[in-house]
């Protein structure tokens, strides 16, 4: 059949039933639409989740002190178990599944430059901290080095929203200048390079101010310190790694290794691995929905085609009188049922780029993350609409193509 | 001249739900190359029920039916199809034009069909406006032509491929008398090139300027005489 008669047959169509025609591209374009733009926002939101859970670095453990709750070798539980710097370090030089390891030692301080005063949280903290947090000093400034620990230096380096707070439009020549911090001076060395975080377990690394930990140490004649920080190598898992520090701490402070009480951990790989579960979940439940929006539009489709089989029997009958073959009918009907779902999805798919392409305007980015469309979603997405175009397509086709024409004609 | 239809104990059933109606009660027809043939008789009688049959627009229930040497009994559907394109043409009461297409259009669609390709298929759709004359009625839209026009470009579109046989079903019932007096003489020049025209009518004047009346009644043929 002439490709030109047909589209002008559809456009016809289209034209006496408006409404109708409209309500239908629109069930498609709506599911299409659902669908891209779940899939984009659950597949943005993910990857959001996923970089600021890196920002607190990868292959993380923080470990607390603890209290045994097993008696071991005689001694009773129920005892404090409380790491110093020095079993850090010893872990540092022991351990053969930790890569790097610091101590964390920190309060809220007062910290003043010019008329600004601010009272944030300063962390005292060993040079690889910056490695493991994935903390990047801006150009042109530096984090805490080994020197400055053992000097016992006072420097400090600034996370950058905290930087901005202190020093306002005058940032980039804060490094180098006094502040001070309880009335103490220090040099600022460094500013952070901004970074995405979202999750931490005392305030965000980009409104903290650190310094070296021995300084620290010195300012509050702390011996012990709050927490230590360990990044295990990555051909290990943490569980591996936790046993590892709990051996190795189990022999010096005599406390079974079994015993995961004698120090709180936090396994932030665990997190990691929940996280991607649940946004894997998450994003195929996002995706069901569009599909199951998709099927309802492709059954309007077909209940449309079938109203349009109704009134059009006629015409299907003048032309099977005039010689028209079923398999001619057949492809009139699926070639209509494609160019509606053709054209709805083509829109809702444009309609949904549009969206996507917008929304990195907003500055939403922190929650919601950067809504991303890749080649292979576009192709599946494709290859989807034509199944339910022809689907929805083929059922009143073939219903059309095996009337009699006289069925058709209505003449008996 | 040898039969180019030729019916044989035909018989149509029609059964809706527990109803059953016979509509052609084992009826003998036999039609000659290049005859003209009217059928008449009142409402019921079949006459339309024979068309159908005799265009192939339908299946019938027992009998033999015997197109230009061919049993129609045993043919596929793409074969009835291939019939109905380049053997048969009909003109319809109701015209039965698509609205949406232009009245060049209409005429193109059997040709279509055929697989006609591009120049050939230009050149006959307006070889054929011409002879139903009209030429200046190309563009035209069914709803933008009269009854006498729209029933021309029927007969035009019955033409397109040239069939051997023309098949009209009460072609003058929608129109006046002038009209309808200018389609009659259309069918009678058709006949006189060698067409064979069966025409399904109620009106004894178009009856009476064929060869031959064949008479309907009750599903059966009364009489096979000349009425005139």
């Given at each position: 059949?002439?490709?030109?008669?047909?589209?002008?047959?559809?456009?016809?169509?289209?034209?006496?039933?408006?409404?109708?025609?409209?309500?239908?591209?629109?069930?498609?374009?709506?599911?299409?639409?659902?669908?891209?733009?779940?899939?984009?926002?659950?597949?943005g939101l993910t990857e959001a989740q996923m970089k600021s859970?890196?920002?607190?670095?990868?292959?993380?453990?923080?470990?607390?002190?603890?209290?045994?709750?097993?008696?071991?070798?005689?001694?009773?539980?129920?005892?404090?178990?409380?790491?110093?710097?020095?079993?850090?370090?010893?872990?540092?030089?022991?351990?053969?599944?930790?890569?790097?390891?610091?101590?964390?030692?920190?309060?809220?301080?007062?910290?003043?430059?010019?008329?600004?005063?601010?009272?944030?949280?300063?962390?005292?903290?060993?040079?690889?901290?910056?490695?493991?947090?994935?903390?990047?000093?801006?150009?042109?400034?530096?984090?805490?080095?080994?020197?400055?620990?053992?000097?016992?230096?006072?420097?400090?380096?600034?996370?950058?929203?905290?930087?901005?707070?202190?020093?306002?439009?005058?940032?980039?020549?804060?490094?180098?200048?006094?502040?001070?911090?309880?009335?103490?001076?220090?040099?600022?060395?460094?500013?952070?390079?901004?970074?995405?975080?979202?999750?931490?377990?005392?305030?965000?690394?980009?409104?903290?101010?650190?310094?070296?930990?021995?300084?620290?140490?010195?300012?509050?004649?702390?011996?012990?310190?709050?927490?230590?920080?360990?990044?295990?190598?990555?051909?290990?898992?943490?569980?591996?790694?936790?046993?590892?520090?709990?051996?190795?701490?189990?022999?010096?402070?005599?406390?079974?290794?079994?015993?995961?009480?004698?120090?709180?951990?936090?396994?932030?790989?665990?997190g990691f691995a929940f996280l991607k579960t649940f946004f894997?979940?998450?994003?195929?439940?996002?995706?069901?929905?569009?599909?199951?929006?998709?099927?309802?539009?492709?059954?309007?489709?077909?209940?449309?085609?079938?109203?349009?089989?109704?009134?059009?029997?006629?015409?299907?009958?003048?032309?099977?009188?005039?010689?028209?073959?079923?398999?001619?009918?057949?492809?009139?009907?699926?070639?209509?049922?494609?160019?509606?779902?053709?054209?709805?999805?083509?829109?809702g798919f444009a309609f949904a780029y549009g969206v996507i392409?917008?929304?990195?305007?907003?500055?939403?980015?922190?929650?919601?993350?950067?809504?991303?469309?890749?080649?292979?979603?576009?192709?599946?997405?494709?290859?989807?609409?034509?199944?339910?175009?022809?689907?929805?397509?083929?059922?009143?086709?073939?219903?059309?193509?095996?009337?009699?024409?006289?069925?058709?004609?209505?003449?008996? | 001249?040898?039969?180019?239809?030729?019916?044989?104990?035909?018989?149509?059933?029609?059964?809706?739900?527990?109803?059953?109606?016979?509509?052609?009660?084992?009826?003998?027809?036999?039609?000659?190359?290049?005859?003209?043939?009217?059928?008449?008789?009142?409402?019921?009688?079949?006459?339309?029920?024979?068309?159908?049959?005799?265009?192939?627009?339908?299946?019938?229930?027992?009998?033999?039916?015997?197109?230009?040497?061919?049993?129609?009994?045993?043919?596929?559907?793409?074969?009835?199809?291939?019939?109905?394109?380049?053997?048969?043409?009909?003109?319809?009461?109701?015209?039965?034009?698509?609205?949406?297409?232009?009245?060049?259009?209409?005429?193109?669609?059997?040709?279509?069909?055929?697989?006609?390709?591009?120049?050939?298929?230009?050149?006959?759709?307006?070889?054929?406006?011409?002879?139903?004359?009209?030429?200046?009625?190309?563009?035209?839209?069914?709803?933008?032509?009269?009854?006498?026009?729209?029933?021309?470009?029927?007969?035009?579109?019955?033409?397109?491929?040239?069939?051997?046989?023309?098949?009209?079903?009460?072609?003058?019932?929608?129109?006046?008398?002038?009209?309808?007096?200018?389609?009659?003489?259309?069918?009678?020049?058709?006949?006189?090139?060698?067409?064979?025209?069966?025409?399904?009518?109620?009106?004894?004047?178009?009856?009476?300027?064929?060869?031959?009346?064949?008479?309907?009644?009750?599903?059966?043929?009364?009489?096979?005489?000349?009425?005139?």
């Open positions: 059949m002439n490709i030109v008669l047909s589209v002008r047959q559809f456009l016809n169509d289209m034209r006496r039933q408006k409404l109708r025609t409209a309500m239908t591209m629109f069930g498609i374009f709506w599911g299409t639409c659902a669908i891209v733009l779940l899939f984009a926002f659950g597949k859970q890196k920002g607190m670095g990868e292959n993380i453990l923080i470990v607390w002190p603890g209290i045994t709750a097993k008696e071991f070798n005689g001694l009773p539980r129920g005892r404090r178990i409380r790491p110093t710097d020095d079993d850090v370090r010893f872990l540092k030089q022991n351990a053969q599944t930790l890569a790097h390891i610091s101590p964390e030692n920190g309060r809220h301080m007062t910290l003043k430059y010019g008329r600004q005063t601010h009272r944030r949280f300063v962390d005292g903290v060993w040079p690889e901290y910056c490695i493991m947090r994935n903390i990047i000093p801006q150009f042109g400034s530096r984090f805490i080095n080994e020197p400055d620990l053992q000097n016992r230096r006072r420097v400090i380096f600034l996370g950058d929203i905290l930087a901005g707070d202190l020093f306002g439009d005058s940032v980039s020549a804060a490094v180098g200048k006094r502040i001070l911090v309880n009335s103490m001076p220090f040099t600022v060395i460094g500013i952070m390079k901004s970074k995405e975080q979202n999750n931490s377990y005392r305030g965000r690394d980009n409104r903290t101010a650190y310094i070296p930990n021995t300084t620290y140490q010195a300012m509050f004649s702390e011996r012990h310190s709050d927490d230590f920080v360990a990044q295990h190598k990555p051909q290990f898992t943490g569980e591996i790694a936790r046993q590892e520090i709990f051996r190795i701490l189990g022999e010096k402070y005599r406390f079974d290794p079994t015993d995961e009480e004698a120090l709180a951990v936090w396994d932030t790989t665990e894997m979940a998450f994003s195929s439940f996002l995706v069901g929905i569009g599909f199951a929006t998709l099927i309802t539009g492709a059954i309007g489709v077909t209940n449309i085609m079938n109203v349009v089989l109704e009134e059009r029997t006629k015409e299907i009958g003048i032309k099977m009188a005039l010689g028209a073959r079923k398999s001619t009918i057949l492809w009139q009907f699926i070639f209509e049922t494609l160019l509606i779902t053709g054209v709805g999805g083509v829109l392409s917008v929304v990195p305007m907003l500055n939403l980015e922190e929650f919601i993350g950067i809504p991303t469309i890749d080649g292979w979603g576009a192709i599946m997405m494709s290859c989807l609409l034509g199944l339910v175009g022809l689907t929805a397509g083929i059922f009143p086709a073939r219903r059309a193509a095996n009337l009699q024409p006289v069925q058709a004609l209505k003449l008996f | 001249m040898s039969a180019i239809m030729d019916m044989k104990q035909i018989r149509k059933v029609y059964q809706t739900g527990k109803v059953t109606f016979e509509a052609l009660r084992g009826i003998d027809i036999q039609v000659e190359r290049g005859e003209s043939v009217a059928v008449v008789g009142p409402s019921g009688s079949g006459k339309s029920t024979l068309m159908n049959l005799m265009g192939c627009l339908d299946v019938l229930t027992s009998g033999e039916y015997k197109l230009d040497g061919e049993l129609v009994n045993t043919l596929t559907s793409n074969q009835l199809a291939d019939i109905r394109n380049k053997k048969v043409g009909f003109v319809f009461q109701a015209f039965n034009l698509l609205p949406y297409a232009t009245a060049y259009e209409n005429i193109e669609i059997p040709l279509l069909f055929a697989r006609v390709t591009g120049r050939k298929r230009r050149q006959r759709v307006t070889e054929l406006l011409a002879r139903v004359g009209l030429a200046d009625k190309a563009a035209n839209k069914p709803t933008e032509m009269s009854g006498g026009e729209m029933q021309r470009v029927a007969i035009a579109r019955a033409l397109a491929n040239d069939p051997e046989i023309i098949l009209a079903d009460e072609p003058t019932g929608n129109l006046d008398s002038a009209s309808g007096g200018e389609i009659v003489k259309l069918f009678n020049e058709l006949w006189k090139q060698g067409k064979t025209i069966i025409i399904i009518t109620h009106d004894a004047s178009i009856a009476g300027q064929t060869q031959r009346i064949i008479r309907l009644k009750d599903g059966a043929v009364d009489g096979n005489g000349d009425l005139r």
